[in-house]
């Protein structure tokens, strides 16, 4: 988190960015980001409602739940993140974000899956980790809602109950 | 039986397309939820002609994502076949460096299907 710090600060300096935090998993990242980061920024949040079966081709299409409170024309905007895998999410917030005439636009994630890409146009500046194709809990990332609390990132194995 | 073929959005074909199969239909969902422009089979590529100048072998990739000028291909093959498409899929590199394409597997709808609560593809 140091060296995301230091080298996010060196290349923000004598800026004041806005740090956007994806709502929900991103808290943990982006509180512990933000106190690393010795330079002057604002945070704000957006929550974009995610994809499931009922979304349905021409029915339903990506919103914002929460939108930005700031106003971000004129600011380098950066992203922050959890993970990023298909990079959809990113792509489509880069996108809608753009429209409001920000200075810049990047994004640092703790987590990249970049062999996972469906989109690779992502301005993905700063990543913590490289990761495999796994699922985890803790830290902000979920299961049904359960375990961000987890201070820690764990691994979550799925293993066949027999009935 | 084909699957369904719903009304999209950010398809920018003039044909409705009509998917092979329920792993396609679910990254056209996808693709089109998160509003990135896309087609369906809109190239092919030759990679074998006969001596007459007749196509003997062609490669037409599932997607065609024109705002990043890349190709998508996604199977739900048994293995056997995935190695051809794979072997395919190299020469269509070879014959064309310039075309970006990514290739999907089973697994990664697998893991995909899982991260939206999808069904898997049959």
């Not at chain 1, 895998?85 to 200075?103: A, N, V």
């Not at chain 1, 809602?145 to 194995?157: A, C, F, S, T």
């Not at chain 2, 590199?93 to 069904?119: N, S, T």
Request: with cysteine; net charge negative.
């Amino acid at each position: 988190m140091r060296e995301l710090g230091a080298e996010i600060a060196r290349d923000y300096r004598d800026r004041e960015p806005v740090l956007v935090g994806s709502l929900k998993a991103c808290v943990p990242f982006l509180a512990d980001l933000s106190r690393a980061l010795p330079i002057h920024h604002a945070v704000d949040f957006v929550e974009l409602a995610g994809y499931g079966p009922a979304a349905t081709g021409g029915h339903e299409r990506i919103r914002f739940l929460v939108d930005l409170e700031l106003q971000v024309a004129g600011r380098d905007v950066l992203l922050v993140d959890e993970v990023v895998d298909t990079g959809l999410t990113l792509h489509y917030l880069c996108r809608s974000l753009s429209l409001r005439g920000p200075e810049s636009i990047a994004a640092a994630a703790l987590f990249d899956r970049p062999y996972r890409r469906l989109v690779d146009d992502l301005p993905l500046r700063y990543v913590g980790f490289t990761v495999p194709d796994e699922f985890f809990a803790g830290y902000g990332f979920d299961l049904d809602e359960r375990w961000r609390n987890l201070p820690d990132v764990h691994l979550v194995r799925t293993v066949d109950a027999e009935v | 039986m084909a699957p369904e073929t719903p009304t999209f959005q950010a398809y920018r074909g003039e044909e409705p397309p009509r998917f092979a199969n329920e792993a396609e239909l679910e990254y056209a969902k996808i693709l089109d939820y998160y509003g990135v422009p896309w087609l369906y089979e809109p190239h092919t590529f030759v990679l074998e002609r006969d001596a007459d100048g007749r196509v003997v072998e062609a490669f037409t990739p599932d997607f065609y994502l024109p705002e990043q000028d890349l190709y998508l291909e996604v199977t739900v093959m048994r293995q056997s076949l995935v190695t051809r498409k794979n072997r395919k899929l190299r020469r269509l590199r070879r014959l064309y460096p310039d075309v970006k394409i990514k290739l999907f597997y089973e697994r990664d709808f697998e893991r995909i299907a899982a991260r939206y609560g999808l069904r898997k593809a049959s």
